[in-house]
Structures are given as structure tokens and as C-alpha cells.
């Protein structure tokens, strides 16, 4: 059985920052793509940033400069720092991964999320 545990988020102000963690466990054959996504109450679910398997980082236009994505060298734990927090950050992260477990194919798998809220 394959989880995604998020960990990290919590309350900061303004212009503060915060570091998520999201640590793959389980039958983990193979990993593809991994990133974060958010969503604020009221709003869809949105892409924040991501890693494909051929190395390349996406970052959504709204947290270009703040953010930064980056992967532990076991392959299996990333991270999201986010420095220069803005009102706008507060949302719910979630980590997703597409992952080649024990059932012999790729499946997207998702964590349970963890709450983001920056105050002024």
C-alpha cells in the first residue's frame, strides 16, 4: 500500500516562511512525476510546482521567486520551501506522485493535504 505524508504547513505571517515535507511510502517500484498543488476555499485545486522524471521543475507564475521545489536524494521525500508568504498562500497543499507500485502500472497517488495560513 503506497502513502503520501505531508508535513510542515501550519500558520505564518506575511512575508514569513514555511518548508513542506511529503515523504512516499509503501511498495514504491518506481517514481515519475511528483508536486505540489493547492487549493483555497471557494477555488479549484491548482498545480504550485512540480518535478518530472526527466529533471524538470514547473512553478506556477504565483510563486516563481518564493517557492522552490526540491527532492531528497532517496528519491522518495520532497519538499516545498516557501519564503515571502502571501495572504494569498493560505490554502490546503497537497503532495501528489505517479507512482509504479506492486500492482504492476503507474497510479497517481495523492496525500492527505496540509493546511497553509498566512496572516498579516
Known amino acids: 500500500q503506497v502513502q503520501l505524508v505531508e508535513s510542515g504547513g501550519g500558520l505564518a505571517q506575511a512575508g514569513g516562511s514555511l518548508r513542506l515535507s511529503c515523504v512516499a511510502s509503501?511498495?514504491?517500484?518506481?517514481?515519475?512525476?511528483m508536486g505540489w498543488y493547492r487549493q483555497a476555499p471557494g477555488n479549484q485545486r491548482e498545480l504550485v510546482a512540480s518535478?518530472?522524471?526527466?529533471?524538470?521543475?514547473n512553478y506556477a507564475d504565483s510563486v516563481k521567486g518564493r517557492f522552490t521545489f526540491a527532492r531528497a536524494s532517496t528519491k522518495n521525500t520532497v519538499y516545498l520551501q516557501m519564503n515571502n508568504l502571501k495572504l494569498e498562500d493560505t490554502a490546503v497543499y497537497y503532495c501528489?506522485?505517479?507512482?509504479w507500485g506492486d500492482g504492476a502500472s503507474w497510479r497517481d497517488y495523492w496525500g492527505q493535504g496540509t493546511q497553509v495560513t498566512v496572516s498579516s
Open positions: 518535478l518530472s522524471s526527466d529533471g524538470k521543475f
Open positions: 501528489t506522485a505517479r507512482i
Open positions: 509503501g511498495s514504491i517500484l518506481a517514481i515519475d512525476f
